[in-house]
């Protein structure tokens, strides 16, 4: 998924991430089917502890909600479902994942997403000074400090790590 910004090719994130005027890098490395954080962290020599996943999760009433979350740890989706007041929370299936937020598992962003998703962000994520979080499409990091980035999206800092 690629848009113009400034005659530029873009995905909806960086797009998102432009018009927002965050600083940004960009970080392309080769997309490992189930590869996941740890395959990104080793091909772009960083710690995949500063690679955030970005989950697309849905509640009781299957409405959707992105998780935000170190590499290289877990949702307990107990606890998380008790921090933001639901009885349960459970992990999207790819196609409504995609359907949800505009973007390929794997290359899900939670900026520029294709509506507004309420995003929730392990609170620790927020103490790293610099953060590489998925730019929009497969291969495709952006390094941002969080702080700034995810004050973008409202994001609720959240206690659910395990």
Do not use: W
């Amino acid at each position: 998924m690629r848009t113009e910004v400034d005659g530029r090719a873009g995905t909806p994130a960086t797009v998102f991430l432009k018009h927002a005027k965050l600083s940004f890098t960009e970080h392309s490395y080769d997309y490992v089917e189930r590869g996941g954080t740890a395959e990104s962290a080793r091909q772009l020599g960083v710690d995949e502890h500063a690679v955030v996943k970005t989950l697309v999760m849905q509640d009781e009433n299957a409405r959707p909600l992105i998780v935000l979350m170190h590499g290289d740890r877990q949702v307990g989706l107990k606890a998380l479902a008790r921090e933001i007041d639901c009885k349960r929370v459970a992990p999207c299936e790819p196609e409504a994942a995609q359907r949800h937020s505009g973007y390929l598992v794997g290359g899900t962003s939670p900026f520029g997403t294709k509506k507004a998703i309420p995003v929730f962000v392990e609170a620790s994520v927020m103490e790293l000074q610099l953060i590489y979080i998925n730019g929009g499409r497969r291969g495709f990091l952006v390094g941002v400090e969080p702080r700034a980035a995810l004050a973008l999206v409202n994001a609720r800092s959240v206690h659910c790590a395990q």
